[in-house]
């Protein structure tokens, strides 16, 4: 790590500022693959995130484990710096090494004010469309399995109202079976409340969801 990279690290907008006038360069990346750009989102510093833009810092720029600036300031919730990385064209469609999305990590970690501002991108709208290789690779997922996963009630109703089909599977099942799985009863509700299948007593006993009537309620089944 350089010491621009510290300085991003730190959020330390005036000595960003030194180093850069002194020559210091935006691209450069450290033993991580990562540049001053990924430190400052990570920390969630508008500021210091707005001068490395200007000074021409790559916004898309991928570190080894393949994320990007946006991949942390979305994991970690940081709306602002978000909403400064969008403006500049950065690419939520971008995955890194375990195939996930900024707009995947969003979902993951619950942050519904990051997700609802990257809907608003029409490069968004590829993600929450059902695929081909859904089904081919054990470690592929979805926004809407990772937000059921981790019992994100808010953001799974977010997802559901773009459209985004419910029972988009892959080879670990629908989003309701992460859930039940994960025992998130409230995102089980939820999503048999839209859910367009019966599913069989058996089914639900397996991923470990009584099937008595009163413990779950949903109006379409």
Known sequence: ??????????????????????????GIRDNKGMVALHYAAWQGHSASVQ?????GSPVNEQALEG??????ACQHGH????????????????????????????????RT?????LLRSNLCQKLLEDSPTDTLDNSRTTCLH?????????????????????????????ALHEATTAG?????????????????ATQLLVYGVSSQPRQIRHTSL
């Open 51 to 55: 001068l490395l833009l200007q000074r």
């Open 184 to 200: 998130k009863t409230e995102a089980v509700k939820l999503l048999l409340d839209v859910s367009t299948w019966k599913p069989k």
């Open 1 to 26: 790590m350089c010491a621009l990279h510290q300085a991003a690290l730190m959020s330390s907008d005036q000595m960003l500022l030194i180093l850069l006038d002194c020559g210091a360069l935006p």
């Open 146 to 174: 990772l937000a059921a996963r981790n019992g994100h009630g808010e953001i799974i109703q977010t997802l559901l109202q773009t459209g985004m089909n419910v029972n988009r599977s892959t080879l670990k099942g629908t």
């Open 79 to 110: 709306f602002e710096v978000v909403s400064l990385l969008m403006n500049q064209h950065a690419d939520p469609t971008i995955c890194n090494k375990s195939l996930r999305s900024s707009l995947d990590l969003a979902c993951e970690h619950g």
């Open 67 to 72: 994320e990007t600036p946006l991949h942390l």
């Open 113 to 117: 004010r990051v997700v609802e501002l």
